[in-house]
């Protein structure tokens, strides 16, 4: 009996634990329909996963799916300037012109700015994309920020929006171990001007990010997260198309591509 009485204390023990813990777990958790793939099956950071259960918004999924249905469509006219450019507490950029070869007047975003922000006057209702036109300065892999809308976050991928830098093979020629076996040469980083369209950082999405705007003023405001960089323009654009098999056909008509001869 005594024996029995002194087992059944550490049982007790380990089952307030592990009812602890479910408590703990349940308190933290979101339905995984929800999530990102990478998210629901491993993968990215501890502050990339603490961000997406957090953050109050959708994800962009969810905000595209629900956008849509309310009939957006892809905008497919011009590129959009803006119309007026604001830095916060209105401090000074240092605008330069042709930095490195850039066709136009740039300035260095660092860590004193907290954030920049665009005004738009769009024609029409409509899916756009922004497109930036930017430069990491040496040693800076990437550099980060968020989005906003009109004043709102739209959903949960704009607290993160990465701009990469760019790399090369440092040799041209294929390397070759003691084996024979070829191996991937060691990358060197390129110094040079990128225009990219906003994208999820995780690389969730085949394509970029999609934005509802509505007719007349937009402002997009843009926020300081970490790293340097030179920003150049910034311009809402048509969503880009893939073309369709046939449709691809019917544009290498009348091209002198010769057939393959080798498999690879």
């Known amino acids: 009996m005594a024996l029995r009485k002194r087992m059944g204390i550490p049982i007790v023990l380990?089952?307030?634990?592990?009812?602890?813990?479910?408590?703990?777990t349940s308190a933290v958790s979101v339905p995984s329909s929800g999530l990102p793939l990478r998210e629901r099956h491993g993968g990215g950071t501890q502050a990339d996963s603490i961000?997406?259960?957090w953050n109050p918004e959708p994800f962009y999924s969810e905000y595209l799916s629900d956008v849509t249905a309310q009939g957006a469509v892809p905008y497919r006219s011009a590129d959009i300037?803006?119309?007026?450019f604001r830095v916060w507490e209105d401090r000074p950029v240092g605008a330069e012109d042709g930095y490195e070869g850039f066709a136009g007047s740039s300035f260095l975003w660092d860590e004193a700015i907290d954030w920049v922000e665009?005004?738009?006057q769009v024609p029409e209702e409509g899916l756009y994309e922004i497109l930036a036109d930017?430069?990491?300065?040496?040693?800076?892999d990437e550099a980060v920020r968020s989005l906003e809308i009109n004043g709102t976050?739209?959903?949960?991928?704009?607290?993160?929006i990465a701009f990469l830098g760019g790399f090369r093979d440092r040799s041209p020629e294929p390397l070759y171990n003691s084996a024979g076996d070829e191996i991937s040469p060691s990358q060197v980083e390129v110094l040079a001007w990128r225009s990219v369209r906003l994208s999820d950082s995780q690389?969730?999405?085949d394509t970029p990010l999609r934005i509802r705007f509505s007719p007349g003023l937009n402002t997009v405001r843009i926020r300081m997260v970490e790293g340097r960089m030179r920003?150049?323009?910034v311009r809402l654009v048509a969503p880009g198309t893939i073309p369709t098999y046939e449709e691809y056909r019917k544009g290498q008509e009348g091209k002198s591509a010769a057939p393959a001869t080798r498999v690879i």
């Open 14 to 24: 380990i089952a307030l634990g592990v009812l602890a813990a479910s408590l703990q």
């Open 51 to 53: 961000a997406y259960q």
């Open 81 to 84: 300037l803006p119309s007026a």
């Open 118 to 120: 665009y005004d738009f």
């Open 134 to 140: 930017y430069y990491l300065p040496d040693r800076e």
């Open 153 to 160: 976050v739209p959903f949960s991928e704009a607290y993160r």
């Open 203 to 205: 690389g969730m999405y």
């Open 231 to 233: 920003v150049g323009g």
